[in-house]
């Protein structure tokens, strides 16, 4: 390109997403936002460390990789809000969210029924 035949714009979107959701959402969207992939982030961690079954805390365990290397992926090359990043976030988070639900289910359901060895004939 010669000089002065440059585009108005050479970028779109912010390469960053802090940046990005504090620019369209400010203070509250930020912490609303990083809140709640910190919390999940948490909850599956501690679900994968007090689950019985190896096999479900292993998927977990991957299922959170996946995850973190989905957010360092599209943090570098797409928007936030993107359809390319939401995709493939959905097609990650669903999984996860059906595996620690009934996981959750399971642990609870365990933990409330009654001790069968312990009532009498």
């Known amino acids: ?67 973190i290397s989905w957010l360092i992926h599209t943090g570098l090359t797409f928007p936030f809000y993107s359809k390319y990043s939401q995709y493939s976030l959905a097609f990650i988070l669903g999984p996860l969210l059906v595996v620690l639900t009934k996981q959750n289910c399971a642990d609870s359901s365990a933990s409330t029924s009654p001790d069968i060895s312990k009532t009498p004939n």
């Open 1 to 67: 390109m010669l000089p002065g035949n440059y585009p108005e714009t050479l970028c779109r979107h912010a390469y960053n997403y802090l940046l990005e959701i504090c620019y369209e959402n400010g203070i509250i969207g930020v912490i609303l936002v990083f809140g709640g992939i910190v919390w999940f982030l948490i909850y599956a961690v501690k679900a994968a460390k007090q689950t019985d079954n190896k096999n479900i805390g292993l998927l977990i365990k991957c299922m959170i990789v996946i995850f």
